[in-house]
């Protein structure tokens, strides 16, 4: 696609629900991030893939939160049994990296905004 | 391993005054150095990049920094704010060993009337 692309973009779930976030990258972008950002606060992030692995799983905050990444597209970040601290807006990124042939800056998407109630 | 530091996680200037974001960087081999900005309530956008090439590298917006590797410092600069250049400024840097991109914790530009 022209760009990255996040769904939902709004998200309100109920404390104990478990959600999933969905990242559609730039097509061939071998990189992928996720990140959160919790309300005017910086950039943490949280994980990283390098095609379909996750050479930095080092940012995820606890084990209610994993992620996956199929085919070299498409990632989704699942947090399980959400809590009132997960309420942020998690960003995803993709650049190009020396696997795809080349490097590129990250080319980040709009996000998600969770609130959990 | 490479890294950045943003110094400063607040800055206010006067509105045509001259913006200075400062970043350093870590890293034994030459870096790719980025400036992203984030305006409120949007996703990260790509202000300017260096990759090895010109030391002064021009950006949007007007802003420019300069690869000085003697001092390891990639500052944002911009002779005269505006008022819309109020927003979240980050600097990012490759790491070699993995590629991963690595964010500075974010400088937030206050433009004072």
């Known amino acids: 696609g022209a760009g990255v692309s996040q769904s939902p973009s709004n998200k309100v779930t109920e404390k104990g629900k478990d959600v999933e976030l969905r990242c559609d990258p730039i097509?061939?972008?071998?990189?992928l991030y996720w990140y959160r950002q919790r309300l005017g606060q910086g950039l943490e992030f949280l994980i990283y893939f390098q095609g379909n692995s996750a050479p930095d799983k080092s940012g995820l905050p606890s084990d209610r939160f994993s992620a996956e990444r199929t085919g070299e597209s498409v990632s989704t970040l699942t947090i399980q049994r959400t809590q009132q601290e997960d309420s942020a807006v998690y960003l995803c990124?993709?650049?190009?990296?020396?696997?795809?042939?080349?490097?590129?800056?990250?080319?980040f998407g709009q996000g998600t905004r969770l609130t959990v109630v | 391993a490479q890294s950045v530091t943003q110094l400063g996680s607040h800055v206010s200037v006067s509105e045509g005054a001259l913006v200075l974001l400062r970043c350093n960087y870590s890293s034994s081999v030459p870096p790719y150095l980025f400036w992203y900005v984030q305006y409120p309530n949007q996703g990260l956008q790509l202000l300017l990049k260096y990759t090895s090439a010109a030391t002064l590298v021009k950006g949007i917006n007007g802003f420019e920094a300069e690869f000085k590797k003697s001092e390891t410092s990639f500052h944002l600069t911009k002779p005269s704010a505006h008022m819309s250049d109020a927003a979240e400024y980050f600097c990012a840097v490759i790491h070699w060993g993995d590629d991963k991109i690595i964010f500075g914790k974010g400088t937030r530009l206050h433009i004072l009337p």
């Open positions: 990124a993709s650049s190009l990296s020396s696997l795809g042939g080349g490097f590129t800056e990250a080319f």
């Open positions: 097509s061939g972008h071998t990189a």
